[in-house]
């Protein structure tokens, strides 16, 4: 259960391999995925990590996303909530929940074999596609080294079942899910509703709220 090693090696060394230009914000987003990461391991391998202590590492890299990069849900299209959106504590908050919940979505569907990393594939062709779209090659080349890393992983899991993410390979493909959205919608300038993101998660979203 520790394909969050794989993940996260891949994804290091895309870093440390490819352009500099490209590669920084792999860098910041990978450092601030660790503490998801790290608890989530140490889940897989102890079995002794409670919910709640994963939970509160979830939103530690929700922070460490928002301090490094900059990026927070400053707007979700509703003017009641939007009213409150423009205050940055709110926003933080408002960004970390969002963090955690999608790291905790992709976790909970993790437990059939391709099923996690078959709909995280899915969720991402379908963001890059819009990245494409907006000219936004940055967060294209990201959304690409992701699909090749789960792809490697995918191979391995499906239909082999010879490795599976665990708490920390779903967490941290979780929140690189929910902050390639974040930064989607807030890079897009209005051209792209925050919505959108939300219906192409829509399934382990769903998922957790039928299981709640």
């Known amino acids: 259960r520790v394909g969050g090693l794989a993940i996260?090696?891949?994804?290091?060394?895309?870093t440390v391999l490819?352009?500099?230009?490209?590669?920084q914000l792999r860098l910041l987003l990978l450092l601030a995925a660790l503490p998801a990461w790290l608890f989530g391991i140490a889940e897989d391998i102890t079995n002794t990590i409670s919910t709640r202590v994963r939970l509160f590492a979830t939103m530690v890299s929700g922070l460490l996303a928002w301090w490094l990069t900059g990026y927070a849900i400053n707007h979700v299209d509703l003017p009641w909530i939007?009213?409150?959106?423009?205050?940055?504590?709110?926003?933080?908050i408002f960004t970390l929940f969002a963090v955690a919940g999608a790291a905790h979505a992709v976790n909970l569907i993790d437990g059939f074999n391709g099923l996690a990393s078959g709909t995280v594939l899915i969720c991402l062709t379908a963001l890059g596609w819009i990245a494409a779209d907006l000219n936004n090659t940055e967060l294209l080349h990201l959304v690409m080294v992701l699909i090749a890393v789960v792809l490697g992983f995918f191979i391995l899991n499906y239909p082999f079942g010879k490795l599976f993410l665990g708490d920390g390979g779903a967490y941290t493909l979780g929140f690189f899910l929910a902050w390639i959205a974040i930064m989607l919608v807030s890079d897009a300038d209005g051209l792209?509703?925050?919505?959108?993101?939300?219906?192409?998660?829509?399934?382990?979203?769903?998922?957790?709220?039928?299981?709640?």
Not at 18 to 23: H, L, Q, S, T
């Open 82 to 92: 939007d009213n409150l959106l423009v205050f940055t504590p709110v926003a933080v």
């Open 192 to 212: 792209v509703s925050p919505w959108a993101p939300l219906l192409i998660c829509a399934y382990p979203i769903l998922e957790t709220l039928f299981s709640m």
């Open 8 to 14: 996260l090696f891949g994804l290091a060394a895309s």
């Open 18 to 23: 490819m352009a500099e230009a490209d590669a």
